[in-house]
């Protein structure tokens, strides 16, 4: 008897981490179409990818990736006609909405590249959000001028328009 309940408990517990395992790949918050841009090793790289909720209202609050040193969340400003790049503490993610994190706006840095980022490479990033936990995005490298994520946009240009002052160089993500 004592056998069998040992194997009943090892079940049970086998059973709740799947349960785990699966809430994750199905809670409430996505990451779809995740892109990058190419980078060299010791450079910073950008984050790009659509976020949909469809649970409560959450907020990412830190995303992290093995090819990278740190991630941050970022934004960009307009400051005198100048676009620069600034920290946030988090991203808010309305119930039921998605935001989009896309050149010009919102964004992952990269920083500390250990390895490039090499065109036609997915690269895993896990993002942490305070209540849904940690959540699974894929960034599909693009050239290292790409204002999309190539074959995944439909309708062609980004939402947001061109970059004011054209493309943006790979000097922009300085800081
Ligand atoms: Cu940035």
Redesign the pocket.
């Known amino acids: 008897m004592a056998g069998f309940s040992r194997r009943a408990g090892l079940g049970a517990l086998i059973g709740l981490v799947a349960t785990r395992a699966q809430a994750n790949d199905h809670g409430p918050i996505r990451a779809e179409a995740g892109w990058s841009r190419a980078a060299g090793a010791g450079r910073v790289g950008?984050g790009y990818l659509t976020l949909r909720n469809t649970g409560a209202a959450d907020r990412l609050v830190a995303a992290r990736a093995a090819i990278a040193g740190t991630v941050?969340l970022?934004t960009h400003i307009h400051e005198n006609g100048v676009m620069r790049?600034r920290p946030v503490e988090a991203i808010d993610l309305p119930a039921g909405g998605t935001v989009t994190l896309q050149p010009g706006g919102l964004?992952l840095?990269l920083i500390d590249l250990k390895q490039p980022l090499r065109q036609g490479e997915t690269v895993p990033v896990t993002l942490v959000f305070e209540k849904a936990g940690e959540v699974q995005a894929q960034l599909a490298v693009q050239s290292a001028g790409a204002r999309g994520p190539g074959g995944a946009m439909p309708g062609g240009p980004m939402p947001g328009g061109p970059m004011p002052g054209g493309p943006m160089p790979g000097g922009a993500?300085r800081h």
């Open positions: 950008a941050e970022h790049m964004h840095m993500h």
